[in-house]
């Protein structure tokens, strides 16, 4: 059997070149094996191809399978790879989010919605902590030189 997207040898529910799915997954029953194995794979991979199969990689339309994906994407948004892993994630569950919403609402999709965008808007606030500790650091060099430039001018 060969990948439907790219072509690669694909026996499983999702190609591993591509991490799209197969013509395995016939029907959203199909759906969760397919996340499993595409988080398996994930795993199993290295941070630029991980960042490849997460930008492009199968993403679900059954309601819960999808659910699915958006909750195990969360660990992934709060990776220490906040330039790399951490953006692709970023890109996946926002994807993830609209897809829900464009889904016939429920109860249950509208606490996924609101669980997902709070994780969303967590990491926005961590990624803005970063910026500052660097920033602050960059003007403590900058102090220390101008200190260094004074100490041995000022004659
Ligand atoms: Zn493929």
Redesign the pocket.
């Known amino acids: 059997m060969n ?1 439907g ?4 040898v ?1 026996d499983g529910y999702v ?1 591993h ?2 991490g ?1 799915s197969t013509e395995k997954v016939q029907g959203s029953q199909d759906e969760m094996p397919a996340l499993a194995e595409f988080h398996q794979m994930l795993d199993g991979h290295d941070k630029e191809k991980q960042v490849e199969l997460l930008r492009n990689g199968f993403l679900p339309s059954d309601t819960q399978a999808l659910i699915e994906a958006g909750l195990r994407c969360i660990p992934l948004l709060h990776s220490e790879e906040y330039d790399t892993i951490t953006p692709a994630s970023k890109g996946r569950l926002l994807a993830i989010v609209t897809k829900l919403r464009l889904m016939k609402p429920d109860a249950q999709i509208e606490r996924a919605v609101t669980e997902f965008e709070r994780n969303l808007k967590q990491q926005k606030k961590a990624s803005r902590r970063v910026d500052l500790i660097i920033l602050i650091m960059g003007l403590i060099i900058l102090a220390g030189i101008v200190w260094v430039i004074w100490y041995f001018t000022k004659g």
């Open positions: 990948c997207t790219c072509g690669a694909a190609c070149y591509c799209n």
